[in-house]
């Protein structure tokens, strides 16, 4: 395999660290299994090998299995999603549905197709059916304009939907019989490297508020890998695990640096160290998404559930929850 390919590459140390302003950092929790709010956070992220090793029918392609440390782990997760939280909808934010413009909210009913991955077609052919919580993705628009973004309610009902927001729907939810509300990345986290997140705390706190306003009860769903350095040529058989490791040992130290913060429950220090981990490993978290979520949750003050991590096609991917315990709700 050549390990020369790295994708959205940032230079180690030209970003100074910052800290986008917020509310005060959060952990109120406490039991309320019928409030409306916010039931559970997921970083949850989106590899198609995931799907191809599951041999899924909504996928065409077909695979001998593999990546099963992640995949077991989704399935523990679809189990606490179905139920614990018992949501009426799930939220996801994924990096590849790219808007330059403003923050975009899918408000078409019932979006059908077939999602294709432009670098894995022969892996992630996906037919998709689903409903969409119409009147929460326009109240997250409205909201979001209140706290002074650029906000878009997608209503082209010919849209296709991304690779990324469909893996990490069907991840948790393979049934589909859960609405949801997909929300874009806008993009100049991509192009500058100094982008700040700020824009993403603001779209958590509007997320927050529009659920909590329509009186939802939500799982959200950060839709992103860790590390992002990843290999350009794969084996002739896809799902070939001796093949399958971390892209170098850089990444992974940095990773488990993270999944530390994450375990020991240090969010004030996690909130400063996601920064500094997109540069150390031009992680996915560049496109806000799990800002997004944590913002949304509050950066609550308690240990995230690590359900799983490994590497696919080199990338860190971790499966990890943030929830109140008894199926509560968050409290910000």
Avoid at 272 to 285: G, K, Q, W, Y
Avoid at 304 to 323: C, D, K, R, S
């Amino acid at each position: 395999m050549n390990s020369a390919s790295r994708v959205f590459h940032l230079d180690v140390g030209t970003r100074p660290s910052r800290q986008p302003a917020s509310p005060a950092l959060s952990g109120a929790t406490k039991r309320d299994t019928h409030s409306p709010g916010i039931v559970a956070g997921l970083l949850a992220p989106h590899p198609p090998h995931l799907i191809y090793a599951e041999n899924h029918p909504n996928n065409e392609p077909r695979s001998r299995g593999g990546w099963e440390q992640i995949r077991w782990g989704y399935e523990a997760v679809r189990k606490r999603v179905k139920e614990i939280h018992k949501p009426d909808v799930i939220l996801v934010h994924a990096p590849h549905w790219i808007t330059a413009v403003g923050h975009h909210v899918n408000c078409v009913e019932n979006p059908k197709g077939v999602s294709v991955d432009p670098i894995f077609p022969h892996l992630f052919r996906y037919h998709y059916d689903f409903k969409t919580d119409v009147e929460l993705a326009e109240a997250i628009v409205a909201e979001g304009k209140q706290q002074g973004l650029t906000m878009s309610a997608m209503k082209h009902p010919g849209m296709r939907v991304d690779y990324a927001t469909i893996a990490s729907l069907h991840l948790l939810n393979p049934d589909w019989d859960i609405p949801v509300v997909s929300i874009s990345a806008n993009n100049n986290p991509y192009y500058f490297a100094d982008a700040p997140l700020d824009e993403m705390e603001a779209l958590g706190i509007a997320t927050r508020r529009a659920i909590e306003s329509t009186g939802r009860r939500a799982v959200l769903a950060a839709s992103c890998s860790m590390s992002h350095l990843h290999w350009n040529v794969e084996p002739d058989l896809p799902e070939d695990m001796s093949f399958e490791h971390a892209f170098n040992d850089h990444q992974h130290r940095w990773d488990m640096k993270f999944l530390e913060l994450v375990r020991s429950g240090r969010s004030d220090e996690l909130r400063r160290f996601i920064p500094e981990h997109i540069e150390a490993t031009a992680a996915e978290t560049k496109a806000g998404s799990l800002t997004w979520m944590l913002s949304a949750i509050g950066w609550p003050r308690m240990a995230g559930t690590v359900h799983a991590y490994g590497t696919v096609i080199g990338t860190g991917n971790g499966l990890i929850e943030w929830a109140p315990e008894d199926g509560g709700v968050f409290h910000v």
